[in-house]
């Protein structure tokens, strides 16, 4: 692979906290050296890329991103979100699995890695089922999914009611260091629920769930943690009754990071409006108090990681009443533009965006990119934090275009996706 030098950048570092000027020197897919803009002067390489003065970060690793394969590949495929992926800068995803075949054993998560490896543009690594079936009953073979590569478990937005079957899980995942990602929510406070509970909720007649329901959850989840040892990570922390106990357990020295999806920090309980169908998400969107709260946790480091939390829908799922309506949107290719509204309000800075964007979700996986330094892989985003646009959902990759950001103004367009040096945003 010939020399890449990219010049006239203004990178993004999330390790150093900068935004500087500076060039990258890319050598056999890896970094070889990040340069201030004096010392790139007279560098020279096969291949030359004026950067513009535009932004150069590390790609986005996206966490919790559902595939339709095997089984509902109508809704999206490897190919799809590969295309997707690479149109929004994200240059690994982590996908979940719950797919209308669970995979929970290893043939299933050889299946889907061979097909990711085939079809997608960008690194694809595979959770795996924490329990058979993802019916909470019995524990799938961590060890030999792990063996089949598998990087986490998690049975997604479904929640294990059985506390000894998952303490169990939590023990065994330990005794192999195994990471597991959990959804905190007191299932039968949640079953049936469509929006957050309040007035809003009572004004549109809709069922809701308290935000004491994640509170209670990731209560549980802790004490399991207490008790086991085990390595955990929160899918999605959407509300500020639960952060004092996030910030308690990793007081208390508590293997535990947490995430929160890009709508959550950018949306409220009031999108819903008119009962929009787009809008519906697990869990539901919630008040502009506790947005903003989840956005101060982003910006101090106590919530971890923003992911999209991709969930394609057909139109027929979504085009019914909004109780009845599946829930989820698609986000590969909004993530970064809709992650970038909290840069242009003030309220995070490149940087500590993609410190949550690429950084830590790299390291909580044990993975060498998100980040800017000799060694790393040379998976990179170009991208113009200010260029306007107006998002139409029909021009979107994913075969789903259930977005709620559908005729959103939004600012941020990626100028350019590269993986291990290659590019892969271009058709």
């Known amino acids: ?21 500076g060039a990258i020197l890319v050598k056999d897919g890896k970094i070889t050296a990040v340069l201030s803009e004096a010392d790139a002067k007279g560098q020279t390489a096969a291949q030359v890329i004026d950067c513009g003065g535009l932004c150069l970060a590390p790609g986005i690793v996206d ?6 394969e095997p089984g509902e590949r109508h809704k999206e495929s490897y190919r799809s979100a590969g295309r997707a992926a690479a149109a929004g800068g994200v240059t690994t995803i982590v ?14 998560l050889e299946f889907v890695a061979r097909r990711a490896a085939q079809d997608a543009r960008v690194n694809v690594l595979h959770m795996a089922a924490l329990t058979k079936g993802r019916d909470g009953r019995e524990m799938t073979e961590i060890g030999f999914l ?26 065994y995942a330990r005794s192999l260091n195994a990471l597991i990602v959990g959804h905190v929510q007191e299932p039968g406070l949640s079953k049936g629920a469509a929006v957050t509970s309040g007035k809003f909720a009572s004004l549109r007649g809709l069922p809701g769930v308290s ?29 500020a009754r639960a952060l004092p106990a996030l910030e308690r ?11 929160v999806s890009v709508h959550h920090l950018t949306l409220n309980e009031f999108d819903v409006a008119d009962y929009r169908t787009f809008f519906k998400l697990t869990p539901p969107l919630r008040s502009e108090d506790d947005r903003m709260a989840i956005i101060d946790a982003v910006d101090s480091g106590l919530i971890d990681i923003i992911c999209s939390m991709h969930t394609p829908q057909d139109e027929e799922s979504k085009r019914l009443p909004f109780e009845e309506a599946a829930s989820g949107a698609v986000g590969l290719e909004t993530l970064l533009p809709a992650a970038l509204r909290l840069y242009h309000s003030g309220q995070l800075t490149l940087p500590k965006l993609f410190r949550a964007l690429s950084l830590n979700p790299a390291r909580r996986m044990g993975l060498p990119c998100g980040r800017l330094m000799d060694g790393a892989p040379a998976d990179l985003v170009l991208f113009d934090p200010d260029a306007p646009f107006l998002l139409d959902r029909s021009k979107l990759r994913s075969k789903s275009k259930n977005t709620p950001f559908d005729g959103a103004r939004l600012q941020g367009t990626v100028a350019g996706t590269w993986v291990a040096g290659r590019r892969v945003d271009q058709e």
């Open 1 to 21: 692979m010939n020399d890449i030098l990219f010049q006239n950048a203004r990178l993004i570092d999330p390790v150093a906290q900068t935004d500087a000027p």
């Open 63 to 68: 966490i919790g991103v559902k595939i339709g």
């Open 95 to 108: 996908t979940s699995p719950d797919t209308a075949q669970a995979i929970d054993t290893p043939e299933t």
């Open 146 to 171: 792990l063996d089949a590569g598998a990087v986490a478990f998690t049975d997604g937005s479904r929640v294990v009611t059985d506390t000894k079957v998952l303490s169990r899980a939590f023990t």
């Open 211 to 239: 935000p004491m329901a994640e509170r209670m959850g990731l209560d549980r989840d802790i004490s399991l943690l207490e008790m086991t040892g085990a390595r955990y990570h929160v899918d999605q922390i959407t509300t």
């Open 249 to 259: 357990a990793k007081r208390n020295g508590l293997d535990i990071t947490a995430g």
